[in-house]
Structure formats: C-alpha cells, structure tokens
C-alpha cells in the first residue's frame, strides 16, 4: 500500500511540473507572438550564440584529434562557424534579413518535395493529409519569399512563437490527460 502512495506522490510531482512548464512556454509564446521584433531579434542573437559556441566546439574537437587527419578542414569549418556566428551578432539586422529568406528557401523547398511525396503516395488512402501539407508549406514558404524583407523583423519571431504556444499547449494536455489516466487507473485497481 505505502509503495502505491509513494509511487502516486511521484507521479504526481512529475504531472505537476509538466503542467507548469506548459504553463509557463504558453506564456512565454503568447509573449513573443504579441512582441513578434523583440522575439525575432532574441531568435536570432540565440541563433549566434550556438553558432559561436559549436565553432568552438569544432575547434577543441580539431584539436584534439588533430593526429586522425583532416585537421585543416576541421579548422576551417570551426573557423566558419564562429565567423558566421561573430557577424550575426555583430549585423543582427543582416542576419535576420538572411536568416527570414533561407527560412523562406526552405519552407518552399520542402514544400514542392512534400508535394512530390504526395503524389507518389497517391494510391495510398491518406495521402491527401500530406497533399494539404504541401500545400500549406509551400504557400508558407511563397508569403515569406514574397514579402521579404518587409516581414523580416517580425516572421522569425512569431514563428517561434507560435511553436513555443503550441509546445505549451500541448505539455499541458499530456499533464491533464496523465492525471485523469492516474484517477482511472487508481479506481480500476480499487
């Protein structure tokens, strides 16, 4: 019986700090989709921080095994990284411009392959769900290339916070539905 409550103690610990953190990345999506500039100059200065950070990382690792060969072209890829890094944080303006059309590129590049996938899924029963996939991205992507670099200052931002909403969203879903799964399980057992 003790092992039951401490293992429901537990669960229920867990549960709760899933809810909250849902709580709090709601918040905080609501917060960078109402001040989409702010969220959009973070997303890229966050973005130049782990360019930084991975060149030297690239860098001890060439390093460290320099006898392995290579060392060079290790060199210069962490050389690369922390370069492109350094001038996105000091050019955050050319940075977002940059960043908001390669999200642009890819955003339409996925969406013509996802189209292709489609069409190659075509005799299955669903495959209209990855057709309306397509699509969407694609005309994502088409509204981003189209608009740059009007909505540059704002689409990185909004992005993020729509994708940190809907994370939000959905950690508290799975801690309510952990609860009542909890309750069900407890009052099957009784």
Same mark, same amino acid.
């Given at each position: ?22 709580? #709090? @990345? $709601? ?5 960078? &989709? ?10 890229? =200065? +966050? ?59 890819? #955003? @339409? $590049? ?5 189209? &292709? ?10 495959? =209209? +769900? ?61």
């Amino acid at each position: 019986m003790t092992t039951n409550v401490s293992n429901d103690v537990n669960i229920d610990k867990k549960r709760n700090g899933a809810l909250i953190t849902g709580v #709090l @990345l $709601t918040i905080f999506g609501i917060i960078a &989709i109402a001040l989409p500039v702010v969220s959009t100059i973070f997303a890229e =200065t +966050w973005f130049a921080v782990i360019l930084i950070s991975s060149g030297f990382a690239k860098l001890v690792y060439a390093t460290q095994t320099r006898d392995r060969g290579g060392f060079i072209w290790k060199i210069l890829l962490s050389g690369l990284y922390i370069a492109t890094g350094v001038m996105l944080f000091i050019y955050p303006q050319t940075g977002i411009l940059t960043l908001t059309l390669l999200l642009g590129s890819f #955003l @339409l $590049t996925e969406g013509v392959f996802e189209l &292709i996938l489609a069409f190659r899924l075509r005799p299955q029963e669903n495959w =209209t +769900w990855v057709l309306g996939d397509g699509i969407i991205t694609l005309l994502l992507g088409a509204m981003i290339w189209f608009q740059w670099p009007f909505n540059a200052p704002w689409i990185l931002g909004t992005l993020v916070g729509v994708s940190i909403l809907f994370t939000g969203v959905s950690r508290i879903g799975l801690s309510l539905n952990a609860g009542s799964l909890l309750k069900s399980d407890s009052t099957a057992s009784a």
